[in-house]
C-alpha cells in the first residue's frame, strides 16, 4: 500500500505497566487479553510484552495484506525458536531463498493425487484404533485428547515412514512428547539465555532430539543402501528423497531431509489431534449435528466401508463439522511476523525501526461479529457454500495464508475426515458431566485439563 500525503495517524496503543508493559497480563490469560483488545478497537493495536512493542491485527484485509500481498515485508517471528533446535532449517521456521527451494521441492509430495497414497494407512491406524477401543471397559470414560494425539503421531509416523518405523514407533511417541512438553513449557520462559543450561529438563529434551534424529537418519541410510530406490517407498519420506529441483537438478540433502521431517512431525500431528478432540467434543455436546453426519456417513460408506479419495469428496456435511470446528478451535490460534519495512495499513502506519513484532490471530478473526452470524455457537451451517461467499477469505484461515499457506491442509483435512467419519460411524460420544472445557492457548490450542468423554459402541449403524 502507498502512503497518502495525510497518511500518519499513529496505531492505538494499550497502556500497560511500567517496564513490563502488558507481558504479564499477556502471559496470565492469553485469549481473554487478546479478546479484551478486539473488544476496545477494530483495526489495530499495539501493546508493549517481553521488550517488544507488539502490533494486533484485527481485520481480514489486514492479515491478507501481510500473509499475501505483503509477504515479503515480513518474516516469521522469532516464537519459533523454541523449536528450532528440534526442526532446524525446516519449511516451518526457513526463510528467503532456501525456504522457497524447499518449498518448492516438498510440495509435489502433498498434492492431492499423492496423498491419496496415504488413506489405507490412515484407515489401518484408525481401524487398529476402533478395534482397541471396542474391546475395553465400557464405563470408564477415555482421555479422547491423549488417544487422539497417538493416533495422529502414528498416522504421521506411518506417513512419512510406511512400515519401516515399525520398531520404534514406542521411542518416536516418548521423544515426540519430551519434545512438545518441553516446547510447551518453554513458551513463556522469557529468559531464554536458561536455555542453553543443563538443567534435567533440557538434557532429557536433548536425548529426545537426538533419539528422534537416529531414527531417522537410520531409515534414510537403510533406504539410500538399499537395491530397491526410494521411489518404490509410497510415503512422505521416498517421495521428499526423490525430490529434484528442476533447475539444478539437486535434490535434498540428509541434514535438509532430517529438518523437513521434523517439522512434518510437529505441524503435523498435535494440529490435528487438537482438531480431532474439539470436533468429538462439539459433536458429544451436540447429538443432533452428531446424527445428521452419521446419517450423511452411513449414505456414503454404508455401515463397514472405509473411505476412498473418492467417497471423501462425498461428505461436505462431515467436512461443515471440522472447518467450524476450527473456527472456534483453530489449532494454530495466532501466528507472528516480523516486519522488516515500514508499512501502511489505510490511515495506519505501522513504524519500523519501532514495532518489531505483529500478530494474527485467527481465534478472533474467527468470532468476530463482523463476519460470524452466530459467532459463538457451534453451527456448521456457518460453512454453507451460499454464506462462506458472503465472507471475506482471510476471516478463516485456519492454515493461514499467501506463499506460507501450510503445505499439509488438504492431508490434515483427509486425515480428520477419515478419523471422525470412521469414529462416528461405530462409537456414540458423550459428555462426561456438563462442565465446559476450556481452550488452553500454548503452540497449539489444547483442550484445558485434557478431554475426557463417555465412548459407546453403536450396536446399529443406522
Ligand atoms: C488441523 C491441522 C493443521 C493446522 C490447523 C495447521 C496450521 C498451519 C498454519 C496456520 C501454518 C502457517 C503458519 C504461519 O504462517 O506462520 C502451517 C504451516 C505449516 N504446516 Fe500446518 N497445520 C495443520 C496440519 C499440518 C500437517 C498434517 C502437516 C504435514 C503433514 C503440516 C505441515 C506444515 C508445514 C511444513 C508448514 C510450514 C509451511 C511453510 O511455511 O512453507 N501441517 N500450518
Known sequence: MVPTANASKPIPKRKGLPWVG???????????????????????????????????????????????????NYVKSDAYEVLKMFLGNGLLNSEGDFWRRQRRLAQPAFHKQRLALLVEGMNRETGELMARWKNRTLEKPLLISEEMMQ?????????????????????????????????????????????????????????AVAK???????????????????????????????????????????QQLRDEITTIFMAGHETTA???????????????????????????????RFPTVETLRELPYTTQVIQETMRLYPPAW??????????????????VPGANGVLICPYLLHRDPRYWEKPDTFDPDHFRPEAVKLRPTYAYLPFGGGPRLCIGNHFAMMEMQIVLSLL????????????????????????????????????TTG
Open 22 to 72: 502488558s507481558t504479564f497480563d499477556f502471559a496470565r490469560d492469553p485469549l481473554a487479553f487478546l479478546t479484551g483488545l478486539q473488544q476496545r478497537y477494530d483495526r489495530l493495536v499495539q501493546f508493549d510484552a517481553v521488550g517488544r512493542l507488539i502490533t494486533l491485527t484485527l481485520t481480514p484485509e489486514d492479515a491478507k495484506h501481510i500473509l499475501q500481498e505483503n509477504n515479503r
Open 334 to 351: 495466532i501466528f507472528g511476523r516480523q516486519p522488516l519495512q515500514s508499512d501502511q495499513f489505510g490511515a495506519y502506519r505501522l513504524t
Open 274 to 304: 487438537n482438531a480431532l478432540s474439539w470436533a468429538l467434543y462439539l459433536l458429544a455436546k451436540h447429538p443432533e449435528v452428531a446424527a445428521k453426519v452419521r446419517d450423511e456417513i452411513n449414505r456414503v460408506l454404508g455401515a463397514t
Open 151 to 207: 493416533l495422529a503421531l502414528a498416522i504421521v509416523t506411518h506417513s512419512l515412514f510406511s512400515s519401516d518405523v515399525k520398531n520404534h514407533l514406542d521411542n518416536v511417541s516418548e521423544s515426540i512428547t519430551i519434545i512438545i512438553e518441553t516446547a510447551y513449557k518453554e513458551l513463556f520462559n522469557f529468559f531464554p539465555i536458561t536455555r542453553k543450561w543443563p538443567t534435567p529438563r533440557a538434557i532429557r529434551y536433548r536425548r
Open 424 to 459: 462416528v460411524r461405530e462409537f456414540d460420544f458423550q459428555p462426561v458431566d456438563t462442565r465446559e472445557i476450556r481452550p488452553e492457548p500454548g503452540i497449539t490450542l489444547r483442550p484445558k485439563g485434557g478431554l475426557r468423554l463417555r465412548v459407546l459402541p453403536r450396536r
Open 212 to 254: 528422534i534424529e537416529g531414527i531417522i537418519y537410520e531409515i534414510i541410510h537403510r533406504r539410500q543402501t538399499a537395491a530397491l530406490p526410494a521411489q518404490s517407498h509410497d510415503d512422505l519420506l521416498g517421495m521428499l528423497m526423490e525430490a529434484q529441483d528442476d533447475e539444478t537438478g539437486e535434490r535434498m540433502t540428509n
